[in-house]
């Protein structure tokens, strides 16, 4: 049990994970394992000054991979509703979620 300074009986649900996920302001979940963080940038080639010998690189379009949160604990009801929406089809899940490390 993790012991806090202001009350050492305090029980922490999510001091045995690795990432804490805050949602709408407040922390609701304990997760183990986080996977897909990958971002990806597509390279653009274009010539400048019709200048045949060299081209220069612009960055194209990102896009980012869809994240895996893997092996959690949660006692936020409305959160477990929000995550819970992605086996409803065609569910908005628009939604902003930062992990802690």
């Known amino acids: 049990m993790a012991e806090f300074t202001v009350n050492p009986k305090r029980f922490d649900p999510y001091k045995n994970f690795k990432f804490r996920v805050k949602w709408d302001g407040k ?3 304990g997760i183990s394992k986080v996977s897909g963080l990958q971002r990806t940038t597509e390279v653009i ?17 990102t896009e980012f991979a869809p994240i895996t949160l893997e092996r959690g604990v949660t006692h936020d009801p409305e959160f477990e509703k929000w995550a819970n929406k992605v086996w409803q089809f065609g569910a908005g899940l628009g939604a902003e979620v930062s992990l802690k490390d």
Do not use: C, F, N, Q
């Not at 080639?45 to 960055?59: I, N, V």
């Open 27 to 29: 922390y609701v979940a």
């Open 45 to 61: 080639h274009h010539r400048e000054g019709g200048d045949p010998s060299t081209s220069r690189k612009s960055p194209g379009l």
